[in-house]
């Protein structure tokens, strides 16, 4: 079974967002790798836990350069097949669980999408003219932001996915193009403390660096 996690490895990622009376005692604390039990129905279950490069989570713009963080794969051997409780406690985040079923003989995967404690996220998607032709690459902006990275703007994956994170809880705006006048933009976004919004978005204007998966 494999828990791919968007957990960030580094403790000391987003320390400077910290109240100045935390601060002092949150660098004592948070540093080097973030610890991660996995319990299974409340019995704690080996792991062996790896890291994937994120441009979303744990990552930081440092003089211009967008510089990737490490999320968190878990994977769990010899779970037996059935209707599980599974429950992730790692340093820094809410208190995880999910209900997921095993089956015999597949892969299992199962995305844990969770924000640091204190924090939220906007999940989004970027269409052209239609729900199944994701747009690649596309710029996305927040002309605000407040969160631990500052990351103002950043540009969708190969399925059109974008993902604004740790951002501290309120209402955001997002643009995602300059050539139309979206729905979507100057209205607010509400983000709440564990939670991932989701948000869809579809451009009916192509400009020349538009490109579309399909």
């Known amino acids: 079974m494999v828990l791919k996690t968007t957990i960030i490895q580094d403790r ?9 009376d935390v601060l002092i005692f949150a660098k004592k604390k948070r540093k080097g790798n973030r610890n991660v039990k996995v319990y299974i129905d409340d019995q704690e279950f080996s792991s062996a836990v790896t890291t994937t490069s994120s441009n979303f989570w744990g990552a930081v713009k ?3 350069q967008l510089i990737p963080g490490n999320i968190y794969t878990i994977t769990l051997s010899r779970v037996p097949a059935g209707v599980h409780k599974i429950t992730i406690k790692a340093d820094d985040y809410p208190e995880i669980q999910e209900t997921f079923a095993v089956l015999p003989n597949k892969k299992n995967e199962l995305p844990i ?3 640091m404690s204190g924090f939220g996220a906007i999940q989004g998607k970027v269409f052209y003219k239609t729900l199944d032709n994701p747009v690649i690459n596309q710029p996305i902006f927040m002309p605000t932001i407040s969160s631990v990275t500052g990351i103002q703007k950043l540009n ?3 399925e059109g996915n974008f993902w604004f994170t740790n951002l501290k809880p309120g ?8 050539a139309e006048d979206l729905n979507l933009n100057n209205s607010m976004i509400n983000v709440r ?3 991932v919004t989701k948000v869809d978005v579809i451009l009916n204007v192509k400009m020349p660096s538009t490109k579309t998966k399909y």
């Open 171 to 178: 209402d955001y705006e997002i643009k995602a193009s300059f």
């Open 156 to 158: 969708t994956d190969g």
């Open 193 to 195: 403390e564990g939670d």
């Open 62 to 64: 440092r003089q211009g």
């Open 113 to 115: 999408n969770v924000s």
């Open 12 to 20: 000391a990622y987003g320390l400077s967002d910290l109240p100045p």
